[in-house]
């Protein structure tokens, strides 16, 4: 069964940082593409960043770029987001999705981020 | 790129519900769907315009031609009430529309 297993949320002050990770199970994690998408409360869907196999194409969105980094380990089958320099706009629900044929056709439960003194 | 979606959908159960996605051009790209249940990740409905994944019921259905997707939901059931997104890439990034929420009374 294909499982993705975010971590790592929690509440950190404005201007802080957090490390999320997602652990995937249940398939050949090294021969796919991941994505981080975000969710603010109440609001609609927000693509973060993608990285490739071979950590060799990584894109993120123009808001989250400098901030982020993303990053990948596929001997423990995981990957990581490096998130700094948060605002209050970085509150979120963090997916991890994993990228078929121009799909994302897995997703995580997500991880809640809060961003607050 | 953008790509817009109307917020709020209703439909009467058993009728058709239509989501509408427009974007520039998108019927040169491939768009994709996902259902997101209150509270819930969401769930690949269509994907590559027209196709469902395994598991999907056969009422979702999807096109997707010159500036617009479209998602069609055939005999309408109060448990399809969600918030669905379309999605499609461009240059390399994945774009989401805003959402539309679908309420089935």
């Known amino acids: 069964e294909v499982q993705l297993v975010e971590s790592g949320g929690g509440l950190v002050k404005p201007g802080g940082s957090l490390r999320l990770s997602c652990t995937a199970s249940?398939?050949?994690?090294?021969?796919?593409?991941f994505h981080w998408v975000r969710q603010a409360p109440g609001r609609g869907l927000e693509w973060v960043s993608s990285?490739?196999?071979?950590?060799?194409?990584?894109y993120f969105a123009d808001s989250m770029r400098g901030r982020f980094t993303v990053s990948r380990d596929n001997a423990k089958n995981s990957l990581y987001l490096q998130m700094s320099s948060l605002t209050a706009e970085d509150t979120a629900l963090y997916f991890c999705?994993?990228?078929?044929?121009?799909?994302?056709?897995?997703w995580g439960q997500g991880t809640l981020v809060t961003v607050s003194s | 790129y953008d790509l817009t979606q109307p917020p709020s959908v209703s439909v009467s159960p058993g009728q058709t519900a239509t989501i509408t996605c427009s974007g520039d051009k998108l019927g040169d790209k491939y768009a994709s769907w996902y259902q997101q249940k209150a509270g819930q990740s969401p769930v690949l409905l269509i994907y590559?315009?027209?196709k469902r994944p395994s598991g999907i019921p056969e009422r979702f259905s999807g096109s997707n031609s010159g500036n617009t997707a479209t998602l069609t939901i055939s005999g309408t059931q109060t448990v399809d009430e969600a918030d669905f997104y379309c999605?499609?890439?461009?240059?390399?990034?994945?774009?989401f529309g805003g959402g539309t929420k679908l309420t089935v009374l």
């Open positions: 999605q499609a890439w461009d240059s390399g990034t994945v774009i």
């Open positions: 249940g398939f050949n994690f090294n021969t796919f593409t």
């Open positions: 990285i490739n196999p071979s950590s060799t194409y990584i």
């Open positions: 999705a994993r990228e078929g044929d121009f799909l994302l056709d897995y």
């Open positions: 590559q315009d027209t």
